[in-house]
């Protein structure tokens, strides 16, 4: 039973496809067999990993659109111990055809039953929406991490998300978490990004003992810093850790990936 | 007459709520008259001009609704020579509303009409969508701004957003022009950046003397830099002149406006 991943944030150019793809390589390196999905439209995951959206036979819309297609038809190999669903432009069709019907929550969690027993974590990169997509991804979902740029407007958007998956939560999913905050292209030494965070540590602090969805959620560490090389792995489909293992990038997602799976072992 | 600007780009975080905000403040430092639109339903322009998208009793969502109010009736003013209409979350309650019916595109160019005359220039602040929100937006412009950042991701959703345009510009609007791409969070010094502006500016010279909307758009200059002071404005709901005039993003939104003013002089 591997522990699924939503990397989730309603916000647009937030860090979700850079950190769900370099955090599930690090977790890879780490020992762990790691399956990414990608679930937007955009299928940036998919270029991120060095994958062609409309070359790729069974993606993850025909999961969504065919019962007679298995999961395990879709799944391709990336690098060692890290395997990926692609995604594809026609998955913004499926999303408005899904989203008129009020039972497609947990398409894609019946659908990947038939390979989970492959991996130990599952990572699903969401659309910047809450539509049904996303909905699919925090239906399967055991947590819930935000990547997030501590920025004032970036606050406001939180909220929204965490009334999100509270509804999932009383829905469909009740074991559901959101248990950390990725902070994305930091600045550690502007006081702006040090009264975000602060805010954040507040906020989720005064959260504990409550049965909120977040009650145990963390501003993860350590945060990411701005690092031109993330940006320019996706260019070359390549992980950071495959296009430049020695740069800031490397090592922040590699140390996030420690920092995770300490918080798995509670230690 | 005014001209009419939409600051427009499907991709989330990109800078068109700053860009907004700050070249219509330029622009209204520089002698001319100016309203902005905020037509994103997560109300940031509301927020970074110091408004409270709750607390003002005609918003934009009253113009998409009720037949009744007229522009008159939401215009505030924000700053010399700048005035705002501004938004409200049930703005996102209308989009889906408006999107069932497919003669909804004008409704904000019709309602604008009745005040247009007080004004040298419209600013409208579109959402990350290419929804009817965004096409009311297209509808009534004269030309499109596109603020990007210079990354590999942000080139794919270039594409998408030229082929909306290009739609709009045979349905409804065939003055309509892309007129600029706005760089912002520029990091000059990288080759990433250097690259991809010398993908936009081949892409946009191969297309002059061709009938595309695109056949005049020039990338503006100069970048906007990456700076924190554009980041910590909005959390004091002013804009970059109001909270640090002499700051780069001052500079850099000032220099733009001129650039922009002398393209309409045609010098
Ligand atoms: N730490 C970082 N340093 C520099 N650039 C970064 C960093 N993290 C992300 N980026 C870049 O910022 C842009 C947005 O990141 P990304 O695509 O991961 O965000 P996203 O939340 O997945 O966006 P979308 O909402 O469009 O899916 C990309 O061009 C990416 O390469
Ligand atoms: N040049 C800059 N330097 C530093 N921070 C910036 C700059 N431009 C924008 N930002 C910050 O980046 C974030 C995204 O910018 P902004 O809100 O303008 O983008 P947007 O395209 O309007 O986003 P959305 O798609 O959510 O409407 C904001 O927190 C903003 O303060
Ligand atoms: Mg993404
Ligand atoms: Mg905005």
Redesign the interface.
């Known amino acids: 039973m591997p522990r699924v991943i939503a990397m989730m944030n309603q916000?647009?150019?937030?860090g979700k496809?850079t950190s769900a793809v370099n955090l599930a390589a690090a977790l890879a390196a780490s020992g762990q067999r790691v399956c990414l999905i990608d679930l937007d439209p955009?299928a940036?995951m998919t270029?991120h990993v060095g994958l062609d959206p409309e070359a790729i036979e069974c993606t993850v819309y025909d999961l969504f659109t065919d019962p007679t297609r298995s999961a395990a038809e879709a799944v391709v190999n990336v690098d060692e111990r890290l395997d990926a669903i692609v995604s594809e432009t026609d998955l913004a069709a499926a999303e408005s055809e899904l989203s008129q019907h009020s039972d497609r929550q947990r398409i894609l969690a019946e659908s990947f039953k038939s390979i989970e027993d492959r991996y130990d974590v599952v990572m699903i990169d969401c659309p910047?929406s809450l539509g049904v997509l996303t909905i699919n991804a925090l239906s399967m979902a055991d947590e819930v991490l935000v990547p997030m740029?501590a920025?004032?407007?970036a606050l406001?958007?939180v909220s929204k998300l965490l009334e999100t998956v509270g509804l999932v939560c009383q829905s469909v999913n009740p074991g559901l978490e959101v248990t950390g905050i990725i902070l994305c292209m930091h600045?550690r030494h502007?006081?702006?990004a040090r009264e975000v965070v602060e805010d954040l540590k507040t906020f989720f602090e005064e959260s504990r003992g409550t049965d909120a969805p977040w009650r145990n959620c963390r501003v993860l560490e350590p945060p990411i810093r701005r690092n031109?090389k993330l940006?320019?792995a996706?260019?070359f489909g390549q992980t950071i850790f495959q296009y430049e293992p020695a740069s800031h990038g490397a090592t922040d997602y590699t140390a996030l990936a420690s920092f995770v799976i300490d918080g798995w072992n509670g230690t």
Chains 1, 2 share one sequence.
């Open positions: 916000k647009g150019g937030v496809t955009q940036h270029l910047p740029q920025h004032f407007l406001q958007g600045e502007t006081n702006l031109i940006a320019e996706p260019s």
